[in-house]
Nanobody, 124 residues
Framework: QGQLVESGGGLVQEGGSLNLSCTAS????????MGWFRQAPGKEREFVAT????????SYTDSVKGRFTISRDNAKNTVYLQMNNLKPEDTAVYLC?????????????????WGQGTQVTVSP
C-alpha cells in the first residue's frame, strides 16, 4: 500500500499563485491516473483535476479551467497542481488521490488511496 504526501499549501492573497505537490512513496503509480480533490468547510469533497498515467490527457472542473494546471513527473512519482489567479472560493483542503487499480479513471468511486491533504487559504 503506497502513501501519498501533499505539500505546497498556504495562505495567499486573491490573484496569487500556489504550486501543490503530491509524492507517492512505497510503491509506483506510473500506470495510474492521478487526481486532485478539494473540500471546503461544510461542503462535500469535490473533484478538481485529473491527469492520465502518461500525462497526455488532463481534465478539470469548470471553476478552475484556465487557472489551474495539473502535471506529473513519473520518474519522481509526483503529481503537481499549479494554481494561478486564486480566488477566495478556492479555499479548501486539497487532497491527492489515486484509483485503486491501474488505468481506472479518477472518480470519487474509484479512489483507493488518499493523501492527508494540504490547506489552501485565499484571502480577499
Amino acid at each position: 500500500q503506497g502513501q501519498l504526501v501533499e505539500s505546497g499549501g498556504g495562505l495567499v492573497q486573491e490573484g496569487g499563485s500556489l504550486n501543490l505537490s503530491c509524492t507517492a512513496s512505497g510503491r509506483t503509480f506510473r500506470s495510474y491516473a492521478m487526481g486532485w480533490f478539494r473540500q471546503a468547510p461544510g461542503k462535500e469533497r469535490e473533484f478538481v483535476a485529473t491527469i492520465s498515467w502518461s500525462g497526455i490527457d488532463t481534465s478539470y472542473t469548470d471553476s478552475v479551467k484556465g487557472r489551474f494546471t495539473i502535471s506529473r513527473d513519473n520518474a519522481k512519482n509526483t503529481v503537481y497542481l499549479q494554481m494561478n489567479n486564486l480566488k477566495p472560493e478556492d479555499t479548501a483542503v486539497y487532497l491527492c488521490a489515486v484509483p485503486r487499480a491501474p488505468f481506472l479513471p479518477v472518480h470519487q468511486r474509484t479512489i483507493g488511496s488518499w493523501g492527508q491533504g494540504t490547506q489552501v487559504t485565499v484571502s480577499p
